[in-house]
């Protein structure tokens, strides 16, 4: 069974084994990012809210504890989704108006009612995507009212410090929702989600990461003179 995806004028052919392993990726990863996110939180509020007791808490055992939970939700979020879908019977035209593969415009091919398999998919993608980011905004308010009850000046530290992840959760979080509890979304803002998703996002973290690093901007702001520099010279 071939399943041609398409965009644009541009038509690429992948088989159904294919389409499979590329969803069940997609969705490993982006489970497993998720909770990676929400492990980053909880780190951050141990340095910040019990610094004297980071190197007790985050011990070897903890952050094996944390990788297990990594894999095991990704894989989860992932097989579950598609053990149904692998089961759909399938009748063409089956064509793909999208970039890559993924789970909804999938299982609108299906020749069978598919509004229960649709649900299911939509809850499980929004469960795991809307728990998350409250999980990790929840995380960093109670970072905040902690640190602000120390010290007043500590607070606007702590928000320096949380403002980089806060930056990346919302990037990554916002196309992730959007797609995963809009019902009925169209396929110009469809194939723009998932380019943010797919190649801005990656692209971006370690653009806000590097910029966030003292060293790297003195770096950055080095280069920069010297072009300056050399411009004025030739």
Same mark, same amino acid.
């Given at each position: 069974?071939?399943?041609?995806?398409? !965009? *644009?004028?541009?038509?690429? @052919?992948?088989?159904?084994?294919?389409? %499979?392993? &590329?969803?069940?990726?997609?969705?490993? @990863?982006?489970?497993?990012?998720?909770?990676?996110?929400?492990?980053?939180?909880?780190? =951050?509020?141990?340095?910040?809210?019990?610094?004297?007791?980071?190197?007790?808490?985050?011990?070897?055992?903890?952050?094996?504890?944390?990788?297990?939970?990594?894999?095991?939700?990704?894989?989860?979020?992932?097989?579950? &989704?598609?053990?149904?879908?692998?089961?759909?019977?399938?009748?063409?035209?089956?064509?793909?108006?999208?970039?890559?593969?993924?789970?909804?415009?999938?299982?609108?091919? *299906?020749?069978?009612?598919?509004? =229960?398999?649709?649900?299911?998919? $939509?809850?499980?993608?929004?469960?795991?995507?809307?728990?998350?980011?409250?999980?990790?905004? %929840?995380?960093?308010?109670?970072?905040?009212?902690?640190?602000?009850? !120390?010290?007043?000046?500590?607070?606007?530290?702590?928000?320096? $410090?949380?403002?980089?992840?806060?930056?990346?959760?919302?990037?990554?979080?916002?196309?992730? %929702?959007?797609?995963?509890?809009? /019902? !009925? /979304?169209?396929?110009?803002?469809?194939?723009?989600?998932?380019?943010?998703?797919?190649?801005?996002? /990656?692209?971006?973290?370690?653009?806000?990461?590097?910029? =966030?690093?003292?060293?790297?901007?003195?770096?950055? =702001?080095?280069?920069?003179? &010297?072009?300056?520099?050399?411009?004025?010279?030739?």
């Amino acid at each position: 069974m071939k399943f041609p995806y398409c !965009h *644009a004028k541009n038509t690429f @052919i992948i088989s159904f084994g294919g389409c %499979i392993v &590329q969803i069940f990726f997609i969705h490993v @990863i982006g489970g497993m990012e998720m909770v990676l996110l929400i492990a980053m939180a909880f780190d =951050r509020y141990v340095a910040i809210c019990k610094p004297l007791h980071y190197f007790t808490i985050m011990n070897q055992k903890m952050c094996i504890l944390l990788l297990s939970a990594l894999w095991l939700i990704g894989l989860i979020h992932s097989v579950v &989704q598609l053990v149904f879908v692998i089961k759909l019977p399938f009748c063409g035209p089956n064509v793909l108006d999208t970039f890559y593969c993924d789970l909804p415009p999938l299982i609108k091919l *299906a020749c069978t009612d598919t509004y =229960r398999l649709e649900f299911m998919v $939509t809850a499980n993608s929004g469960f795991i995507s809307l728990g998350s980011f409250f999980i990790l905004i %929840i995380s960093y308010i109670f970072i905040l009212i902690t640190v602000r009850k !120390h010290s007043s000046s500590g607070s606007s530290k702590a928000l320096s $410090t949380l403002s980089t992840h806060i930056m990346v959760v919302i990037l990554f979080f916002g196309p992730c %929702i959007f797609v995963s509890t809009w /019902p !009925h /979304p169209t396929s110009h803002l469809d194939k723009f989600l998932a380019i943010f998703d797919a190649v801005l996002t /990656p692209f971006l973290n370690p653009v806000i990461y590097t910029f =966030r690093n003292k060293e790297m901007k003195m770096a950055m =702001r080095r280069v920069c003179s &010297q072009l300056l520099v050399y411009r004025r010279i030739s």
